[in-house]
């Protein structure tokens, strides 16, 4: 049962150009999603957050939309550069109870950008 | 602030072998959190920790595996009778029980296990 799915395996953009990273979630409970960034050899680093009482969220050139709706995030990353190319993690908690902080991950999307 | 460390980064073992991996927290981070990646998946939770006390384990935790966090510091994640399936990375990770924080965990660089 994945419960965050990220459905583009890879991406490829041209450095300048917005990058653009999909996320679905089917659990209506999840009310905070973080996106991760992993480059080879290293464990994911936290990029940007956002809390379901929010729509959007920005940080720098990362932006992250909220759609609660159709269950759906995206993080916008305008300009793209090359040091932007890595796997990227959507995940999802859920507060309270005995959620203990625990996150769901996607399968992640490979980010490449091209000089 | 050293970030986390995990120890050792790469372990190969012969099936039906017995690893051991450790995990150094920030020092002020009370939460422990071991995850497993395995290629082309996003980590998958395996075990929380408050302080010493081990809080939620998953389902994807067998009873081959074990972990502990004595004293509320470094924690060990022990895999008996290893298996081929049980490769993959290990990845823990620590933040600070804090509601005014970003819920952003802080990873290690993971301990790569290859099960020949």
Sequence with gaps: ?115 | DTGVSQDPRHKITKRGQNVTFRCDPISEHNRLYWYRQTLGQGPEFLTYFQNEAQLEKSRLLSDRFSAERPKGSFSTLEIQRTEQGDSAMYLCASSLLNKRLNYGYTFGSGTRLTVV
């Design chain 1, 1 to 115: 049962d994945q419960q965050v799915k990220q459905n583009s395996p890879s991406l490829s953009v041209q450095e300048g150009r917005i990058s653009i990273l999909n996320c679905d979630y089917t659990n209506s409970m999840f009310d905070y999603f973080l996106w991760y960034k992993k480059y080879p050899a290293e464990g994911p680093t936290f990029l940007i957050s956002i809390s379901s009482i929010k729509d959007k969220n920005e940080d720098g050139r990362f932006t992250v939309f909220l759609n609660k709706s159709a269950k759906h995030l995206s993080l916008h990353i305008v300009p793209s550069q090359p040091g932007d190319s890595a796997v990227y993690f959507c995940a999802a908690k859920r507060s309270g109870g005995t959620s203990y902080g625990k996150l769901t991950f996607g399968q992640g999307t490979i980010l490449t950008v091209h000089p």
